[in-house]
Structures are given as structure tokens and as C-alpha cells.
């Protein structure tokens, strides 16, 4: 029968276990923005955790272009969201 040094057992476990959390590569965030071929499909989620869905619409550009407004996406900081991931 063989016969398991519980000691070894939990030091090599403790170093394994330390070894893959240093050398496991963080995870990217990846943003995926709204286009028309995807209006509908995905939904997103805004950084006040805020779910939504686009809806495509095609229209004509109106003559007045002060009428036409920019609509700006949030900024978003990979750093912070990376930041979920890590214990430090």
C-alpha cells in the first residue's frame, strides 16, 4: 500500500498552486462596439452594470446638420477592469 507524507502533500500543493496564479496571463477585456449588423443581437453592459440593447433605425440626414448629434460611447479604463481579476 502506499503510504502519503501528508506534509509533502501540502507543500507541493501550496507551490503548485502559487506557481499557476503568478504565470496565469491576466484576461483582456475586449469591447465590442454597436454596429449595424450586430444592433439587436449583443447585449452591453455600461461600467454602472446598466444592460442594454441598440436598435437600428436607417433615416435620411436631415438639411440642418446643427440637428445632427454625436453620440459618445463611455470611456472605459482596461486597467480598472483588469483590476477584477487580480487579488492585488
Partial sequence: MLKLNI???VI???VGLLFAY???PQPEVIIKYPTPENAGKVVYKDVNDVCYKYKAN???CP???SKIVD???QEVDNAKLNKKFTLF
Fill in 7 to 9: 506534509y509533502y502533500f
Fill in 12 to 14: 507541493s500543493l501550496t
Fill in 58 to 60: 436607417e433615416v435620411s
Fill in 63 to 65: 438639411a440642418d446638420k
Fill in 22 to 24: 503568478l504565470f496565469t
Fill in 71 to 73: 453620440n459618445y460611447l
